[in-house]
């Protein structure tokens, strides 16, 4: 009996987190100016999410790190022109002891306060900026799925039946209903924050962010691996469940340690928590993909930019587009891309050649595993 030879597998992992996509953008910049190429090209898969959603579709299109962090960097203020509302007339309000007072507030605040009820009935935000920049011809223009040039899949959550949604590529024989899905539709479902910006209608469903589900879409990423790659690893170093090298490089969005104002209450309401349940659990979701996958399912495989010991305790939020946000995010990258390039893991890297989508197919349609 002839024995399979191990083989290399790798993913590129892109998390989500609004505007500190801009740090990906940056990282991921550095490198392919390193290495002299596309990133793209020495990965078997990239799975990205909400915005590290849309920075991997542009990678699948063989679309330059530089450029998409040039957009970035011109789309996120007008995509996001002001920080999130924080309600203060409507706290203000509920603080007044009296009922007389509170209609006297009301009364004369009642411009602010209206104000105050619009933004908690419609989403914060408009996606037009970043849906007009995506659909310029140098992006996602009319393209569609089956247009990538690499295998991708990208997190959402279909909010008219409650479960996730994986948009891919057909890097499987059985993968034929995403084919015809425009690109640019993917993008901005898996980037549709729940309150900071409306549902995306994809065909008959409504479809919301990712990051709901997989922040972090590295287990996703290394499910799909297994499942529909055929890759078998050794697994909890347990050699006996497969010998192929799976290697991951995880790149995150500078997502905070800690969320909680201990000088807060602990009873906080539906103002109080705001967007903020949304952030903590995108951020929970990437500390325990970090925890389960790297330290536990696949140990010394997962290189993570930052590490999750090196979150910081602080980061700008994801609908921070200012200066000094963008000043933090862009600092932040450049020591990690400098630091990481003295890894020799690292480095390796980029001495494997993924599989392009095209022969992927090829190999499907030969009815060979894909190697």
Not at 28 to 52: K, W
Not at 124 to 134: K, N, S
Not at 272 to 295: R, Y
Request: proline share 6%; charged share 20%; hydrophobic share 45%.
């Amino acid at each position: 009996m002839n024995q399979i030879e191990p083989r290399k597998f790798q993913i590129l992992s892109l998390s989500g987190g609004g505007f500190r996509g801009l740090h990906i953008a940056r990282i991921l910049e550095i490198i392919e100016s390193q290495i002299g190429r596309g990133i793209a090209q020495h990965f078997d898969l990239i799975a990205g999410t909400s915005i590290g959603g849309i920075i991997g579709l542009a990678l699948a299109l063989d679309i330059p790190a530089a450029k998409i962090r040039q957009t970035l960097e011109e789309v996120g203020p007008k995509l996001f022109p002001s920080v999130p509302p924080s309600f203060p007339f409507m706290h203000a309000l509920f603080k007044e002891k009296s009922t007389c007072s509170k209609l006297f507030y009301a009364w004369k605040h009642s411009c602010d306060l209206e104000n105050d009820v619009a933004h908690t009935q419609s989403a914060w935000y408009d996606p037009a900026p970043l849906a007009d920049a995506l659909s310029a011809p140098e992006y996602f223009d009319s393209k569609k799925m089956v247009d990538l040039l690499h295998p991708i899949i990208i997190p959402t959550v279909n909010y008219s039946n409650g479960n996730p949604k994986f948009f891919k590529t057909d890097h499987h024989q059985t993968f034929t209903f995403d084919r015809d899905i425009s690109i640019l539709d993917v993008a901005l479902g898996t980037s549709a924050a729940p309150i900071y910006f409306p549902a995306k209608k994809i065909n008959a469903q409504r479809i919301v962010d990712g990051g709901l589900v997989a922040n972090d879409p590295t287990m996703v990423a290394v499910h799909e691996a297994m499942a529909f790659f055929g890759v078998r690893p050794s697994l909890f170093g347990d050699t006996s469940t497969g010998k192929d090298d799976l290697q991951v490089l995880s790149i995150g969005t500078l997502s905070p340690k800690h969320f909680a104002d201990t000088s807060r209450p602990l009873n906080q309401g539906m103002l109080d928590w705001g967007a903020g349940v949304f952030d903590l659990a995108g951020s929970a979701q990437e500390a325990m993909a970090a925890f389960m996958i790297d330290k536990h399912m696949l140990p010394g495989k997962v290189i993570r930019l930052p590490s999750l010991d090196a979150r910081p305790e602080k980061a700008p939020g994801m609908a921070d587009a200012s200066i000094h946000a963008k000043e933090t995010l862009l600092a932040s990258a450049e020591t990690l891309a400098q630091t990481a390039f003295g890894s020799a893991q690292f480095n390796a890297l980029f001495d494997h050649q993924g599989l392009s989508l095209a022969e992927v197919r090829t190999q499907l349609n030969k009815g060979d595993k894909c190697a």
